[in-house]
């Protein structure tokens, strides 16, 4: 297939990518030219300004949307690539769904954006205005639009650091702060996995939405594997969750992916996979995804950009009652 994808360079797209080169397709990305990749065509404009001209007059059999945040960026990407693509895949996210208890799948309740018109994208506006933008896909492309809804993203390239935080920290050695027990779990996609089945999804012609996300693995495997993997490795520090809470250690932000066992929005560490599963996303081992994103965060120097600081986090370690 010859595959366009808007974005395509840094982190998400980047596994799109190197996966349709994988399988053997042709790929062309569109961004503003900062970071090329080997083997694509790469077209320069800059979306943002509504500058699509270099997509005019070409055609590819399938579109990747994977950096649109607007509805109206969607639109006008849809009004030049109308006609000239077959199908249009769009990458969403799992923070469209509406606050649940109850395990997420993709019939699940969707967010109403407050404000369809902003176009500043905050935590509070990025799920409804997520929701507007698959909506517009839906409406132009019908059963030719295939809508993927990633969960935590994780692996080499990672501009967040959130899952790295976790693998940064039990390389460091000492003790690392630990939310819960071992037996509560996460959740997240490796970028490789779901680049994967983005490419898959193309191929067969996949139609409609699809939550990209791992089963969830338990806290304690996460911590197995580290300390599997890396030479002395640090010491886990189990933290009860509601004294973490009363420390005012935020979920998410503090301490990477916990979300509370008990929280009113814990079904978003539930997202059903049992429809990608279906149709082909396969996930790969824990230890493979825990060994690849070391290796590449072995590669780099620059400070982590998610979680506490080292200084509080050893703080809590000191008071933690135990
Ligand atoms: N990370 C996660 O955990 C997570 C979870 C759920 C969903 N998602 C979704 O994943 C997507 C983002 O992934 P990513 O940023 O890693 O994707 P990416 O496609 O790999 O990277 C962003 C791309 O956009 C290009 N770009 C940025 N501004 C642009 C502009 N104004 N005009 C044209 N191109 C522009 C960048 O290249 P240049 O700098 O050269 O322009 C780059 O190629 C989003 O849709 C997000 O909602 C992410």
């Given at each position: 297939m010859n595959i366009l994808l808007?974005?395509?360079?840094?982190?998400v797209g980047r596994h799109i990518a190197e996966a349709a080169l994988q399988r053997g397709h042709a790929v062309t990305t569109f961004t503003r030219g900062n970071n090329p990749l080997p083997d694509t065509l790469s077209l320069v404009g800059d979306r943002k300004k509504g500058?699509?001209?270099?997509?005019?007059?070409r055609t590819w059999d399938a579109v990747v949307d994977?950096?649109?945040?607007l509805p109206r960026e969607v639109r006008e990407a849809i009004e030049v690539l109308k006609g000239r693509v077959g199908s249009y895949a769009f990458i969403s996210t799992?923070?469209?769904?509406?606050?649940?208890s109850e395990p997420l799948h993709e019939t699940s309740p969707l967010l109403l954006a407050?404000?369809?018109?902003?176009?500043e994208v905050t935590g509070e506006t990025y799920g409804g205005l997520k929701v507007l933008c698959e909506l517009e896909v839906e409406q132009a492309f019908g059963e030719r639009s295939f809508t993927v809804r990633p969960h935590l993203v994780v692996g080499?390239?990672?501009?967040?650091d959130r899952f790295t935080y976790w693998l940064r920290r039990f390389a460091g050695g000492g003790s690392v702060l630990v939310p819960g027990k071992p037996e509560h779990t996460l959740q997240f996609v490796d970028a490789r996995d779901l680049g994967e089945f983005v490419v898959l999804g193309l191929e067969k012609g996949l139609s409609g939405p699809y939550n990209g996300a791992s089963t969830p693995v338990s806290w304690g495997s996460l911590v197995e594997a580290c300390q599997r993997v890396i030479p002395n490795p640090a010491e886990a520090v189990w933290a009860d969750e509601q004294w973490l809470l009363d420390n005012?250690?935020?979920?998410?932000?503090?301490?990477?992916?916990?979300?509370?066992?008990?929280?009113?929005?814990?079904?978003i560490g539930q997202t059903q996979n049992a429809r990608a599963q279906a149709a082909g996303f396969t996930m790969r081992p824990l230890l493979q995804t825990v060994q690849e994103l070391l290796a590449w965060d072995a590669t780099r120097s620059e400070p982590l950009k998610?979680?506490?600081s080292r200084e509080r986090e050893l703080e809590l370690i000191k008071r933690w009652p135990g």
């Amino acid at each position: 297939m010859n595959i366009l994808l808007l974005g395509g360079t840094r982190f998400v797209g980047r596994h799109i990518a190197e996966a349709a080169l994988q399988r053997g397709h042709a790929v062309t990305t569109f961004t503003r030219g900062n970071n090329p990749l080997p083997d694509t065509l790469s077209l320069v404009g800059d979306r943002k300004k509504g500058d699509l001209k270099a997509l005019e007059g070409r055609t590819w059999d399938a579109v990747v949307d994977v950096n649109a945040y607007l509805p109206r960026e969607v639109r006008e990407a849809i009004e030049v690539l109308k006609g000239r693509v077959g199908s249009y895949a769009f990458i969403s996210t799992v923070s469209v769904y509406q606050e649940s208890s109850e395990p997420l799948h993709e019939t699940s309740p969707l967010l109403l954006a407050s404000d369809p018109m902003a176009e500043e994208v905050t935590g509070e506006t990025y799920g409804g205005l997520k929701v507007l933008c698959e909506l517009e896909v839906e409406q132009a492309f019908g059963e030719r639009s295939f809508t993927v809804r990633p969960h935590l993203v994780v692996g080499p390239h990672d501009p967040t650091d959130r899952f790295t935080y976790w693998l940064r920290r039990f390389a460091g050695g000492g003790s690392v702060l630990v939310p819960g027990k071992p037996e509560h779990t996460l959740q997240f996609v490796d970028a490789r996995d779901l680049g994967e089945f983005v490419v898959l999804g193309l191929e067969k012609g996949l139609s409609g939405p699809y939550n990209g996300a791992s089963t969830p693995v338990s806290w304690g495997s996460l911590v197995e594997a580290c300390q599997r993997v890396i030479p002395n490795p640090a010491e886990a520090v189990w933290a009860d969750e509601q004294w973490l809470l009363d420390n005012r250690v935020t979920p998410w932000t503090d301490l990477p992916a916990w979300v509370p066992s008990f929280a009113p929005g814990r079904g978003i560490g539930q997202t059903q996979n049992a429809r990608a599963q279906a149709a082909g996303f396969t996930m790969r081992p824990l230890l493979q995804t825990v060994q690849e994103l070391l290796a590449w965060d072995a590669t780099r120097s620059e400070p982590l950009k998610a979680g506490i600081s080292r200084e509080r986090e050893l703080e809590l370690i000191k008071r933690w009652p135990g």
